[in-house]
């Protein structure tokens, strides 16, 4: 089992940035997928990124260019590094894992079996 604590979350103004990270417990770390998802109020819950147990790099089009994933598999740590940051990206973001992965679903929330509590990103404009 994995248990995931988001931090780094906050306030920022326009074109500022931020860097969330997503501490891991559970020896299952080294293998799982890791991605990070959004939700705005009243909205849906969206992809944001993730990054496979190999290294495979997944962006949605909104943060292409802007944001940067990565993970350090000694400290059981995932991170969101947000650059240019725009009041669309006002939001609570939640890091998820999951145990293996395919290009058709990484981006699909329910295939993600454990999720952190969330940390919240509040943009100014």
């Known amino acids: 089992q994995v248990q995931l604590a988001e931090s780094g979350g906050g306030l920022v103004q326009t074109g500022g940035s931020l860097r969330l990270a997503c501490v891991a417990s559970g020896r299952a770390f080294r293998t799982a997928s890791m991605a990070w998802f959004r939700q705005a109020p009243g909205k849906e819950r969206e992809f944001v990124a993730a990054?496979?147990?190999?290294?495979?790099?997944f962006y949605a089009d909104s943060v292409k260019g802007r944001f940067t994933i990565s993970r350090d598999n000694a400290k059981k740590t995932v991170y969101l590094q947000m650059n240019r940051l725009e009041p669309e990206d006002t939001a609570v973001y939640y890091c998820a894992g999951r145990s293996s992965w395919s290009k058709a679903t990484i981006m699909t929330p329910n295939e993600y079996g454990y999720w952190g509590q969330g940390t919240q990103v509040a943009v100014s404009s």
């Open positions: 990054i496979t147990w190999g290294g495979n790099i």
